[in-house]
Structure formats: C-alpha cells, structure tokens
C-alpha cells in the first residue's frame, strides 16, 4: 500500500479498509466506436488519465465503462460533450458497435451516418477490478448485430460477470458459432451470463459492494459533471433523483378521463331527472284532472237513475205519510161508526121502551155496565203506559185516534231508524275517541320536548339529544365537546323576519353533531356498533385554511352570529363555504343570484335546482332548531301544550255528551217501541167511559119506570136526531176515508209507473255521496213536484265544472309533451325513438324510474367510487409523495452530513448541510388544493363530491395543459426537489459556525466549485460506503472532462478531496490540465485519432518520485507544445 493511500485509510480509522476496496485494473474493447479491433488499457490502482484532443476518443472510452456500471433506462453516451447543447443524444448503443465516425449528405438530400462495420459485426466491453486481497471482479458485455441494421432494437446483448482474470480474446467462440448464446454454457461455464441487465446488475453489485442501483445512477451523473455549478444546482441534479409526483400526477391525467365521464353521466342523469320530473309532476296533475273528470263522468251517469230513484225515494215516503193517516181515519171511523151504532141502539130501546116496558132490560144494561168497566181498567193501564213513553219522549199525548195513528207512525220510524243510528253513533265516539289518543300523543311529545329545554338550552328535538346523550356516556366525553351546529349558531336580532327562511336553507345542517378530530375514531365507531334508532349526521372537524373568500352584503352568513369557542373558526368557514346564498328582497334579485333565497322560503341551491318546502309554514317556529337558547322556544311549547290540554278536555267533554246523550237515545227507542205496540183502540178510554155512563144513565132512567108516553116519543126524536147526526158524521169520515186512499193509490200508480229500468241500476257509494253532497249544496228544498227542476241544476253544474277540468286537461298534457320534446332534442340517443307525445309518458316515465332507482345512484355510486379513488388514492398518494420525497431529501442530507463529518473542508473544520423549505406561493396554493380535493372524502354528500370533482378537474387540466405557463408550474409543484433550498454551514471540530455557503451566493468561483465537490464526494462516498464502512468498497469515480474549464487550484482541490473519501479517480483530459492532474494518478495514455475515423491510443510512462508523466518525442508534436 502506497503512503497516499494509507493516508486516506488512516484518516477514516482503519488501516486495513483500503485492502478491501475495488479498484479498477483494466479495460478492453473490441470493435468499441472508433476503437477497431482489441484494446487493452491497463489502468493503475492509483487512478488514470485519458489525454488528448476533443472528438479523438477520450469519452468513448469512458462510454464503455458506463454501458457496463449503468441500467440502460439512464445511461448517456457522451453527455460531456453536449453540455452546452440543447439538441438530443448524439450516441447510441448501435452507433458504437459499428463505429459511427462521420454523417454525410446522401443522394437525396437527408444526413447519412457513416460506418466502420456496416455489415454483420459484433463487439466486447470489459472491466476487470482487483481488492488488496486477490479478489478479481470482472465486468463484460457482447453485443452483435445482423445484416446492415441501424436500428437500436435490433441491437442484441449479453451481460457477463466472472470472478476470475479474463481476456476478450476468450469470447472468439462466439462470432464463430453464428452467435449461438448457447455456447457460453460449454465455452465459458464459469461466467455468470444473462440477457437481461437488473439480474446482470444485482450480481455486480454484490460482488463490488454497491448497496443500491441509485448508486449507479450518481456514478455516471459524475461522469459526465463538468461545472458543478452551485450548491442548489449540484444536489439537485446529481444528489436528488426526479421525484416519482410527475408519475402520479401522469396516472392522475390518465385516470381522469374515466372519471370525467362518470362526472358526465351523473350530470346528465340529474339533468334528465330535471327534465322529466316536471312532466312526472305534470302529469300526475293530469291525472289527478283526468281522475276528476272521470269521477264527473261517473257522476253524469249516475244522474237519471240519482233522479228516478230520488223520485221513489219522495214517493215512498208520501205513501208511508198517506197510510198512517188512512190508519188514523179509519180508526175515527169506526170510532163514529161506534157512536151510531150506540145511537141507534138508544134509539132501539126507547122504541121498544115506547112499545112496553120489560125486566130484561135492567138486567141487561147492569152486565153492560161490568163488561165495560173491564175494558176501561184495561185501557187505563195502556194509557198510562202510553203516557210515559209521550211524556218521556216530550210529545203532547194525542187526545183523538188521528193524531195517535200520527204519533204511532213517527215512533215507528225512529225504531226503523235505529240500527242506523247507532251505526253512526259508534262512529262518532270512535273518532273522538281517536282525535283525543292523537292530541294526548302530540302533549306526551310536547311534554318530552318541554322537560329536554328545561334540562338545558338547546334547541335541537329531544330524540337528538337523547342520541347524544347516550353517546357522549358510553365515550365519557363532555355533552358540550359534541355540539350540534344549530347550538353554535343564531340569527341575529335585527333580522329576524329572515329565521324562517334561514332555517330552511341550514335546518339539516344545525342538526349536524360536530366531532373533532380528537374524538373522531371513537366516535365513528361506537355509532358504527351501535342501533341509534335515529338518524344521525356527523361532522369530522378537519384542520383547514381560511379561503379568505369575500361575501355579498345580503350573505346568509352575514345575519348570523356564530358563538364562541373553538368552533367558532371552524363553523364559519363551513358555512360560508356550502351556504353562502344570497337573502333575496325580490322575486328578480332570487332569479340573478347564482344561489339565493326569500323571506318565503324558496330556496335557490344551484343555477338549476330550486325547492320551496311549504309541508309546514315558513314561520312554523315550533321547527327552529338554531339558537344560542330555547327560551322562545320552551314558552311556544309549554303554550302549545297548555292550548293541547284545553283541546283534550273539550274532546272529552263531547265524548261524555255522546255517550251519555247514546245513552238517552236508548231510553228513547224503548219508550218509541212501548208506542209502537199499541192502537188507539187500545187506550180510548173515553169512549169506554161514554158507554158506562150511558149504560148507567138508561138503568137509571129504567128504574125511575115512568113510563110517560109523551115523554117516551120526544125522548124517541130527540135519540132519532141524535142517531141521524151521527151516522152522517161516520158517513163524512168514511168519505175523507175514500178521499185519501185514492190519494194512496195514485201515488202508488205513480211509484208502479217508474222507469223499472234506472231503479234497477245499482248506484256506486262514491255516485250516491257526490249526488247527496252536491245535492245538499242547492238551496232549495226537495219536493216531490221538483225533483226534475232540481236535479237539472245539479247536472248543469257538473257539467260546467266538467268543461273546466277538460281545459285543464289539455294544458297538463302541451306542459307534458313540452318537457318530453326537451328531453328527446336534448338526449336524443337516450330517448330511444321515443314520440315526445302524451302517449308515450308510461316509456319517458320508466326512464325517470330506472335514473332515480338505478341510473342516478348507479352513476352517482361509480362516480364517487372514481373521485374516492382518483382523489382519496391518487391524490392522497400525490400528497403523501409530496411528504415522503421532502423527507427522503432531509433523510440523503442527514447521511451525506455523516460522510461530510469524516472529510476535513478547511483544517479544523467540516460542512454540514441545512435543508430549508423555499415557502413558495404556488406549492403553497398547490398543496391547499389537494387538501381541499380531499376535504369530506368520507362525506355521500352530492355537493360536496361537486366541490371536490372541480378542484380535482382543476388540477387535472393544469397537469396535462401544454401551454408554457403551466408546464412551467407543474413542473415547480411536482418537482420536490424546488420546494427545497440547500444552505452549507462550515463548522469546527466544537460545533461553532465559522462560515455560511448559501448556494454559493457572495462567493468566489473557486469557493462554489470547492463545495460542490465537496457534497459531491461525500454523496459518492455515502452511496458507495454507506455507514458501516470507513472506505467505500467500490472506489472507482469516473470524470469526463470535468476540470476542462477550472483552473489549477480548483482542480487540485477537487482532487484531493475525492482522494481524502478514497477514491480511484479515473479522468479524460485534455492536455492543458495535466499538470494539476499527474499528482492524483499513477499513469495514463494518450488518445489521438488518423482520419478522422480510426481512434488509437499511446501510452505514457509515469514517474511515482516526481508524481509526473513522463512526456516524450512519441507524443505528437501537436500535442507537446501544449504540455511543455
């Protein structure tokens, strides 16, 4: 081991690490660019120079090396030489296997590469690398190509490593078996062989102690480093690898259009909902008119027999009224004809009294007399009867036959009468009985709500609280750490008269839980677990940024006051955020506003959608959950409950009437059926009584036996008078008897003559209730001589309203076929055909039915399962990228400060590395965008999505926009490597600051190329010696020219400090900065080039004493001058 070298061993602190470094011995060529046929270059441990003249072959040679150490994803030839140029690769693989030296004009004009091997040829590259303990590494590749190809694909290649010495020569057995791969298993059976370069590659990297493929990766960004420029430049170029955001942000553009057009499909689908619920509306009011129409129709038809049967109806009561007094005068007549015959009888005996006097007589008229008094007790006690029953009804007791037959009648019918009654009765009490279990329900609620306000002093519903009641119990967290939004929230004093309508537009909102992110995964898992009974909506309070978004002077969110505390920001934000609607004065300000609302609560969500909910009064303040407190509200309740506790009590007091009037009612129909079973023959007493007195008065008068004849005749024409009066009295009641039976008769000829036809016509209950009900609305009294006047009145009505539901008809079916046409010139695929006629609603409605059941949550569902996809992975993975490449950056800085640590800068000190971050507006405003696209990803809410699918699209159309403004600022979102600024701070051995190199601003040229190839070394040696070894294992670092523009200080610097990590550096120079250079190697060569096409090489002796080359006569003259 040479002194130099155990120089740098012993400053890492181990005298034995240099033993173990790979250094390289050799290299060979066949057939290599411009190298024809073999060369070797035996290259010594110390390092190397290749010397010569630009384009004589310096950077082929170079190029050699790097096809075998680097992935052919990142290898570039001769990069050195294009520095400056903006032009693209100038070298390829095939170029060098057939010694590419000139390009030419061909015959028609285009540029035409010239070539040493045109033909079939192949060629051989490889490395051979030695430790200090006589292990021997050896890297090699051969590559061919058939015919006259000049294209890359058709290069082929196999990758080699052996463990062994080795000469290109050995591979000769390959051209000569036609290129049969196969022959490496019999003609070089110790090699490692592949295709392929990753296993090639892994195999090296094994060998040679290369850690990781980045490695490789700096290795040849080295080679080709030429001004290293300053700190920022170096680390990130050659310390930092492109960030894999730009593959993310790539896939995001590439995944979006999936998205994009289920964007479209949800749109179109609400659109077309939009479009077809009108006419679903419509025609629902259409067939609610039609509906009525047909219930006239049904009604019209039922006229005529309404009519006829109404008749019958009239009639049959008529004869019902013309019987029971045909019964009453029959029975006054033969009371009459009673009375003459008790007349004629008188009249018989005086006759025979006249004619002698008799003993029988006496005896007779005493019998007479005691039958009689058995029929009046008789009829007493029927009377009687009779009478409690009238005077329990409240009727008059009838004094004559007529009147009783009258009264008997109208006791009849309420027996008929009487299941129907109590039908009805029954009916009644059941619907006051249902009417108070409602109200005593609705005063159990008010109740409940009642004694939660009291509780405390929000005014959400009871049932809500009781769902957070139970929650923040079974967490053990404070009720008041889980708000709901109306707590948090209340409309100012002086606007008032816009609650109502506020309360609308944020009702749903207010009773939204609000959880922190604190509470957040204990929270959602208990409601996961448990059955709440309720519906419960929650919000997760995430961190946010304030948009700084301005708000009109009429905002919603300006006429409310938000409480204080640690919602406060956070509830703001939220609101201004999703309703931010304009509180519109007038119907033409509702319509400009882009959302907006009135004091009647229409409500305006989008350009499209609007809603006005009038189920309950917009001033329903029974609905008013926002609030700071309840007391408004507790006394509208306890109000409401007292105005329950009156109604209830008047409910019970109708249902105590009805019982007890049903009652009553019942003691009625007893006493009306007590009537119903008698006649008047049996409780006349009083004609009983004028027969007993009778009786008794002839049996006095036949005791007194004065048998006067003068007395006997004028008793004999005074009877015969008597007898005469009262047989025409019997014969007048008999005529008016006649009289109304011929009544009777006549109206039942008028009942038997009905058209049989339309009585036998079953009218329907809905025909008989409508007929009866509009019956019931004309003022006038139905007789039986007007039936015909009135039911023409009530069929010209319902045939005027029928003309009016007909005109309405017509304009519900134009407003449907309206709607239809819109929705087949607008979707004309999706309608299929479709005539946007009346006829074809069942087909448009179907439609609807598949978008509201299936089509729109399908569409809705793959939409947010794409935007959950594309923003909460692709995004999220953008974002976490963005994390993890700014960490990665700090993580390589922290490892290269350790190498720094071992290499002193200037005597006595050391750098270390600061990263900052550059606070750039645009990532700034970039990051807030992902974060905003993120917000609410858990969240089913349409607008939400809405919100996050524009920021998505956003951000999308930026990173695939080719204009240059935003090419530009793609690649300073995306590129982490930007974000970040490095700033190199020189320490002493006690850790004090002794000097600051912020990307080499305010310093000499010298001092930024010195710190870049400072950071440079120590990032070669953190790759290649990572931490766990005091040298690296591999130690060979190629330059391409890279001093070829520094001057002698600078170059020396550099090489000392590369010589200080241990390396074995191995450099392509011209000859101007041989001088600096000869220290830090120990040989080199000289490369020149005849023709322009044929590269060869001379090699130069070195001189370990004087640490020089030794330059001579066969060095060509041109090249001595600029040596000496």
């Given at each position: 081991m040479n002194s130099e070298m155990s120089a740098t061993a012993d400053l890492f602190g181990d005298a034995g690490a240099e033993a173990s470094q790979f250094r390289l011995a050799r290299i060979q060529t066949f057939n290599w660019g411009t190298f024809d046929k073999l060369f070797t270059f035996d290259i010594s441990e110390k390092g190397y120079l290749f010397v010569g003249p630009s384009g004589s072959g310096k950077s082929t040679i170079l190029d050699a090396h790097a096809a075998l150490m680097t992935p052919p994803k990142w290898v570039d030839f001769n990069v050195a030489a294009r520095e400056a140029e903006r032009h693209g690769r100038d070298r390829n693989i095939i170029t060098y296997i057939r010694g590419a030296w000139s390009q030419q004009t061909g015959d028609s004009g285009e540029y035409v590469s010239q070539y040493l091997r045109p033909d079939t040829t192949w060629s051989a590259i490889s490395e051979t690398y030695r430790d200090g303990r006589d292990r021997v590494v050896v890297l090699a590749q051969v590559l061919w190509v058939r015919g006259k190809s000049t294209a890359t694909r058709d290069a082929r290649k196999l990758y080699v490593v052996l463990q062994r010495e080795f000469d290109v020569r050995e591979l000769e057995f390959f051209p000569a078996s036609d290129f049969d791969t196969r022959r490496f298993k019999f003609d070089l059976p110790d090699a490692f062989v592949r295709d392929e370069f990753s296993a090639y590659q892994e195999r090296f990297r094994y060998l040679l102690g290369i850690e990781n493929e980045r490695a490789l990766r700096l290795l040849h960004k080295t080679q080709s480093a030429k001004n290293l420029g300053d700190l920022n430049t170096f680390l990130r170029d050659f310390m930092l690898d492109a960030p894999e955001t730009f593959e993310l942000a790539d896939r995001l553009v590439s995944q979006f259009q999936e998205l994009n057009e289920a964007h479209?499909?949800?749109?179109?689908?609400?659109?077309?909902?939009?479009?077809?619920?009108?006419?679903?509306?419509?025609?629902?009011?259409?067939?609610?008119?039609?509906?009525?129409?047909?219930?006239?129709?049904?009604?019209?038809?039922?006229?005529?027999?309404?009519?006829?049967?109404?008749?019958?109806?009239?009639?049959?009561?008529?004869?019902?009224?013309?019987?029971?007094?045909?019964?009453?005068?029959?029975?006054?007549?033969?009371?009459?004809?009673?009375?003459?015959?008790?007349?004629?009888?008188?009249l018989r005996d005086l006759q025979d009294k006249r004619a002698g006097a008799g003993g029988n007589l006496i005896e007779q008229l005493t019998r007479d007399i005691s039958t009689a008094e058995g029929q009046r007790r008789e009829r007493l006690a029927k009377r009687e009867k009779a009478q409690t029953a009238c005077a329990a009804m409240g009727w008059a007791y009838p004094e004559d036959a007529t009147s009783f037959a009258g009264l008997v009648a109208e006791a009849r019918q309420q027996v008929h009468g009487a299941p129907a009654w109590r039908e009805q009765h029954g009916e009644e009490q059941y619907a006051l009985r249902q009417a108070r279990d409602r109200k005593e329900n609705d005063f159990k609620e008010l109740r409940r709500e009642i004694e939660a306000m009291e509780r405390q002093r929000s005014n959400i519903p009871a049932r809500m609280l009781d769902v957070r009641e139970r929650l923040a119990r079974a967490l053990n967290i404070p009720e008041e750490r889980l708000p709901f939004a109306g707590e948090l929230i209340e409309v100012k004093a002086e606007e008032a008269d816009w609650?109502?309508?506020?309360?609308?537009?944020?009702?749903?909102?207010?009773?939204?839980?609000?959880?922190?992110?604190?509470?957040?995964?204990?929270?959602?898992?208990?409601?996961?677990?448990?059955?709440?009974?309720?519906?419960?909506?929650?919000?997760?309070?995430?961190?946010?940024?304030?948009?700084?978004?301005?708000?009109?002077?009429?905002?919603?969110?300006?006429?409310?006051?938000?409480?204080?505390?640690?919602?406060?920001?956070?509830?703001?934000?939220?609101?201004?955020?999703?309703?931010?609607?304009?509180?519109?004065?007038?119907?033409?300000?509702?319509?400009?506003?882009?959302?907006?609302?009135?004091?009647?609560?229409?409500?305006?969500?989008?350009?499209?959608?609007?809603?006005?909910?009038?189920?309950?009064?917009?001033?329903?303040?029974?609905?008013?959950?926002?609030?700071?407190?309840?007391?408004?509200?507790?006394?509208?309740?306890?109000?409401?409950?007292?105005?329950?506790?009156?109604?209830?009590?008047?409910?019970?007091?109708?249902?105590?009437?009805?019982?007890?009037?049903?009652?009553?009612?019942?003691?009625?129909?007893?006493?009306?059926?007590?009537?119903?079973?008698?006649?008047?023959?049996?409780?006349?007493?009083?004609?009983?009584?004028?027969?007993?007195?009778?009786?008794?008065?002839?049996?006095?008068?036949?005791?007194e036996a004065h048998p006067d004849l003068a007395v006997l005749d004028a008793q004999v024409v005074e009877q015969d008078r008597l007898y005469k009066h009262a047989v025409n009295a019997a014969n007048e009641t008999e005529g008016g008897l006649r009289a109304k039976e011929s009544v009777l008769a006549s109206l039942e000829k008028r009942l038997s003559g009905l058209q049989e036809a339309l009585l036998s016509v079953a009218l329907t209950p809905f025909q008989l209730t409508g007929l009866d009900e509009r019956l019931a609305q004309?003022?006038?009294?139905?007789?039986?001589?007007?039936?015909?006047?009135?039911?023409?009145?009530?069929?010209?009505?319902?045939?005027?309203?029928?003309?009016?539901?007909?005109?309405?008809?017509?304009?519900?079916?134009?407003?449907?076929?309206?709607?239809?046409?819109?929705?087949?010139?607008?979707?004309?695929?999706?309608?299929?055909?479709?005539?946007?006629?009346?006829?074809?609603a069942p087909d448009?409605?179907?439609?609807?039915?598949?978008?509201?059941?299936?089509?729109?949550?399908?569409?809705?569902?793959?939409?947010?399962?794409?935007?959950?996809?594309?923003?909460?992975?692709?995004?999220?993975?953008?974002?976490?990228?963005?994390?993890?490449?700014?960490?990665?950056?700090?993580?390589?800085?922290?490892?290269?400060?350790?190498?720094?640590?071992?290499?002193?800068?200037?005597?006595?000190?050391?750098?270390?590395?600061?990263?900052?971050?550059?606070?750039?507006?645009?990532?700034?405003?970039?990051?807030?965008?992902?974060?905003?696209?993120?917000?609410?990803?858990?969240?089913?809410?349409?607008?939400?999505?809405?919100?996050?699918?524009?920021?998505?699209?956003?951000?999308?159309?930026?990173?695939?926009?080719?204009?240059?403004?935003?090419?530009?600022?793609?690649?300073?979102?995306?590129?982490?490597?930007?974000?970040?600024?490095?700033?190199?701070?020189?320490?002493?051995?006690?850790?004090?600051?002794?000097?600051?190199?912020?990307?080499?601003?305010?310093?000499?040229?010298?001092?930024?190329?010195?710190?870049?190839?400072?950071?440079?070394?120590?990032?070669?040696?953190?790759?290649?010696?990572?931490?766990?070894?005091?040298l690296p294992m591999f130690s060979t670092v190629v330059l391409d020219e890279a001093f070829d523009k520094a001057d002698a200080e600078f170059t020396s610097m550099a090489m000392n400090i590369f010589k200080t990590f241990g390396f074995q550096m191995i450099v392509a120079t011209p000859m101007k900065s041989v001088m600096t250079l000869e220290p830090f190697i120990g040989g080199a060569c000289f490369v020149h080039i005849k023709d322009r096409k044929h590269s060869a090489v001379v090699l130069i002796d070195y001189d370990e004493g004087a640490q020089r080359l030794k330059l001579n006569s066969d060095t060509p003259d041109d090249e001595e001058a600029a040596v000496t």
């Open positions: 479209r499909a949800v749109v179109d689908a609400r659109r077309q909902i939009e479009t077809l619920q009108p006419a679903k509306d419509e025609a629902e009011r259409l067939e609610a008119a039609r509906l009525a129409k047909n219930e006239l129709d049904e009604l019209s038809a039922g006229i005529d027999p309404y009519r006829e049967q109404k008749r019958k109806s009239l009639l049959e009561e008529a004869i019902r009224l013309a019987e029971a007094e045909i019964v009453g005068q029959a029975a006054e007549a033969a009371r009459l004809g009673e009375l003459a015959g008790r007349e004629f009888e008188k609650q109502g309508a506020i309360e609308r537009v944020l009702g749903g909102f207010a009773r939204s839980l609000l959880v922190s992110d604190k509470h957040y995964s204990a929270v959602s898992a208990y409601i996961n677990d448990t059955h709440l009974g309720e519906r419960l909506v929650y919000l997760r309070m995430t961190e946010f940024l304030p948009a700084g978004r301005s708000l009109s002077s009429n905002s919603l969110v300006k006429k409310l006051n938000f409480a204080a505390g640690p919602y406060r920001d956070w509830l703001l934000e939220e609101v201004k955020t999703h309703f931010d609607y304009e509180c519109a004065d007038s119907v033409q300000a509702f319509r400009s506003a882009p959302r907006a609302l009135t004091r009647e609560g229409q409500v305006k969500h989008s350009t499209t959608r609007h809603e006005k909910n009038d189920r309950r009064p917009v001033g329903d303040k029974s609905q008013w959950v926002l609030g700071f407190d309840n007391a408004r509200k507790l006394k509208l309740y306890q109000e409401q409950a007292l105005a329950l506790v009156g109604e209830i009590e008047e409910i019970k007091k109708a249902l105590t009437a009805l019982v007890d009037a049903g009652r009553l009612n019942e003691e009625r129909l007893m006493h009306c059926q007590t009537l119903a079973n008698l006649t008047w023959a049996e409780v006349d007493v009083g004609s009983v009584l004028e027969r007993i007195s009778d009786l008794q008065s002839r049996l006095e008068t036949e005791r004309i003022p006038i009294p139905m007789e039986l001589e007007r039936v015909d006047e009135i039911v023409g009145r009530l069929e010209r009505g319902i045939g005027a309203e029928r003309t009016g539901l007909l005109t309405r008809i017509g304009e519900h079916e134009k407003k449907v076929e309206r709607c239809f046409q819109t929705f087949v010139t607008t979707w004309p695929a999706e309608a299929g055909g479709l005539d946007p006629s009346i006829e074809s448009f409605f179907s439609k609807l039915a598949r978008l509201i059941g299936d089509g729109l949550p399908e569409y809705e569902e793959r939409f947010l399962r794409l935007l959950h996809e594309q923003s909460d992975q692709n995004l999220t993975r953008l974002s976490a990228q963005l994390d993890q490449e700014r960490k990665a950056i700090r993580d390589r800085m922290d490892l290269v400060n350790e190498s720094l640590k071992t290499a002193p800068y200037n005597p006595g000190t050391h750098l270390v590395i600061e990263t900052t971050d550059r606070m750039l507006d645009d990532v700034r405003q970039f990051k807030q965008s992902l974060k905003e696209s993120l917000s609410h990803s858990f969240s089913a809410d349409p607008l939400m999505a809405e919100r996050r699918f524009e920021v998505l699209n956003a951000l999308v159309k930026r990173f695939s926009s080719q204009e240059t403004v935003d090419r530009n600022w793609r690649g300073l979102v995306l590129d982490v490597r930007l974000h970040v600024e490095f700033v190199a701070r020189e320490l002493d051995a006690s850790g004090l600051e002794v000097e600051v190199y912020q990307s080499g601003a305010g310093k000499s040229g010298g001092q930024r190329q010195k710190l870049a190839a400072t950071c440079l070394a120590a990032a070669l040696r953190y790759q290649l010696g990572g931490q766990d070894r005091a």
